[in-house]
């Protein structure tokens, strides 16, 4: 028991010192025309502890129904695991309600995980490359004003409510050809610490537990 006590401490410090320990999360959304990428990357530990997750959209028949492939990588490469499911539109919608319901049964505590995930989370980058246009010259014209727009009230709300290590980049390529084309590129990279994450898991608990 007293070598309990003696070692008590030095648990403590290590404990302490793993919370404070920072983790990096890359995501990395691409999409043209129908075509879907969604790459998330976990680097922590001193780059010790890497995690790759890739969600590729194979095929889209329609909006909602998409058929994906996911995949788990360590830092290497090396795949850990790997699932191909289907989603159906009504499968999407049901989710959506449900997610919707719970959110909205606990809305006063998701309100305070957000606000302090605002102040806890560093954004160190945020770019956002669009390109296309429509058949209409005009068309793509008002939608590149209107992108604009939409960046310039996003940059000011990023400024106000999240850190930010670098100012948020945005591109646009308006595209008057005769073909309607969209394509997509962001990429985002922010950082906090494991501490964060306990904090948040033991709020999950207490709302999952009442």
């Given at each position: ?14 404990w ?12 990395l ?5 129908r ?5 998330v ?27 994906l ?42 309100w ?45 709300l ?16 308006p ?36």
């Amino acid at each position: 028991m007293a070598l309990f006590w003696q070692l008590l401490p030095l648990f403590l410090a290590a404990w302490l010192l793993t919370l404070l320990i920072p983790v990096r999360i890359n995501i990395l959304f691409l999409r043209k025309n129908r075509d879907d990428l969604l790459s998330v990357r976990v680097d922590t530990f001193c780059s010790l502890l890497r995690l790759k997750l890739e969600v590729p959209v194979l095929r889209q028949e329609n909006v909602l129904d998409l058929e994906l492939e996911a995949e788990l990588k360590t830092g290497a490469g090396r795949l850990l695991s790997e699932e191909e499911k289907r989603v159906s539109g009504s499968e999407v919608l049901e989710q959506v309600r449900k997610i919707s319901a719970y959110l909205l049964r606990h809305r006063r505590q998701f309100w305070f995980m957000a606000r302090l995930l605002a102040r806890a989370v560093t954004v160190e980058k945020f770019t956002l490359h669009v390109a296309g246009g429509a058949r209409d010259a005009a068309l793509t014209g008002v939608l590149a004003g209107l992108y604009w727009t939409v960046a310039g009230t996003l940059a000011s709300l990023a400024g106000r409510w999240l850190k930010l290590r670098s100012r948020p980049q945005f591109f646009l390529s308006p595209d008057f050809g005769q073909e309607p084309t969209a394509a997509i590129r962001a990429d985002t990279t922010v950082s906090l610490y494991i501490g964060h994450f306990v904090l948040l898991g033991i709020m999950l608990v207490n709302i999952k537990i009442r």
